[in-house]
Nanobody
């Protein structure tokens, strides 16, 4: 089992920045990748960014050039740095971790990011 806890959400002005953190605990040695998804009101949950154990990253087109995903040295923490935020970035952001041996996704409870003036 893996537990994920997000932090760092809140109210941000358009053009501002945010930094989300996700701490993983439990059987983290089983994880192949970690990442962030988001769900806007009335919409489906979608990929924002992922990072593998080897450091390979994937980004949604909507955030390329504005968001950066990274992992801590101990590999049990993943960060999402977002710059030049737009109102359409408003969503609940969920931390994700993936174990391809099961396979299984793990999810955090989510953190709300609101981009508004």
């Amino acid at each position: 089992q893996v537990q994920l806890v997000e932090s760092g959400g809140g109210l941000v002005q358009p053009g501002g920045s945010l930094r989300l953190s996700c701490a993983a605990s439990g059987s983290i040695y089983r994880l192949n990748s970690m990442g962030w998804y988001r769900q806007a009101p009335g919409k489906e949950r979608v990929l924002v960014a992922t990072i593998t154990n080897g450091g390979s990253t994937t980004y949604a087109d909507s955030v390329k050039g504005r968001f950066t995903i990274s992992r801590g040295i101990a590999k049990n923490t993943v960060y999402l740095q977002g710059n030049s935020l737009k109102p359409e970035d408003t969503a609940v952001y969920y931390c994700n971790a993936y174990d391809d041996r099961v396979p299984r996704d793990y999810w955090g409870k989510g953190t709300l990011v609101t981009v508004s003036s």
